[in-house]
């Protein structure tokens, strides 16, 4: 791949029967880059991440993830890449600590590797104090939070966020993206989607996706030159207004 292109997308579909949820689309993520993936419910979003995490078949189109084909090397991929979504947040009746280990034991990583990033980890969110603690008595933000560090135990390139901070207070949320700063600053990449306008202002490049296809794709602030509008929202209204 060039230029550090850590994705390469082209013409990738997902057809359900007649219906394609997405539509030959194409784009690239660069190393390092917070990357947002927008759309309004059922754009096709997750359909796009899951192809792109090696879990579905495209029907046509090329993909590319870390230098790894999505058709023929999907386990690759999933060896160099994080997933977290809003779904999914740890084990509840697990302590802070135990899932912790658990997750660090399924990527691999040795005891005293799990020993060492769990130490980090906990002190860079402020979680020594509580790590015998069941994650199920926890705040939601916390959760997150706790399972944005367990997606980069492994020191994954790529991490994608599928709605992370949905349903989280707005100053967990800042924290939250705290952290993302710093994992890109380290060279991870950051594939995010969200419904928080005030969070694709925050991402270096954003993409807007429209019944399957991608109908937009800059930085927030030539989208807002291109729309003529002072912000994301309006950015994401108007694409949303012109297909109705
Ligand atoms: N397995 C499937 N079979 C048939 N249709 C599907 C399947 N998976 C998704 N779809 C359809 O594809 C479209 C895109 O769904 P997708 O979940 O990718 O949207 P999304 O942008 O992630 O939305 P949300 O923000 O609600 O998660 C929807 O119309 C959905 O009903």
Redesign the pocket.
């Known amino acids: 791949m060039k230029n550090e292109n850590v994705i390469e997308v082209e013409n990738l579909t ?1 057809a ?2 007649a ?1 394609k ?2 539509n030959a689309i194409s784009f690239e993520v660069k190393k390092g880059e917070i990357f947002g993936f927008l ?12 192809m792109l995490i090696g879990i579905s078949h495209p029907t046509s189109g090329k993909a590319k993830v870390v230098d790894f084909d999505v058709y023929t090397q999907p386990e690759a991929i999933k060896r160099n890449i994080g997933y977290m979504s809003q779904r999914f947040a740890l084990y509840d009746d697990l302590t802070v600590q135990e899932n912790i280990n658990f997750f660090g034991g399924i990527y691999g990583l040795s005891r005293k590797a799990i020993r060492q990033k769990s130490k980090d980890s906990l002190v860079e969110l402020g979680m020594h104090e509580i790590s015998s603690k069941l994650v199920g008595s926890l705040p939601l933000g916390w959760k997150q939070k706790l399972s944005f560090s367990v997606a980069l135990l492994h020191e994954p390139k790529i991490v994608f966020l ?2 992370p901070t949905g349903g989280v207070d707005p100053i967990t949320r800042r924290q939250f993206w705290e952290m993302i700063y710093k994992a890109a600053d380290q060279g991870t990449t950051i594939f995010v ?1 969200t ?1 928080y306008m005030d969070e694709a202002e925050y991402c270096d490049r954003v993409s807007i ?1 429209v019944e ?1 296809k991608i109908e937009a794709l800059d930085t927030p602030k030539n989208l807002k030159q291109q729309f003529k509008v002072a912000s994301m929202n309006e950015v994401f209204l108007k694409l949303a207004r012109n297909i109705e």
Do not use: L, Q, R, S
Request: charged share 20%.
């Open positions: 997902k359900f029967g219906f949820a997405v759309g309004a419910n059922g754009a096709g979003k997750t359909t796009a991440i899951k599928d709605e989607t419904h996706m399957g």
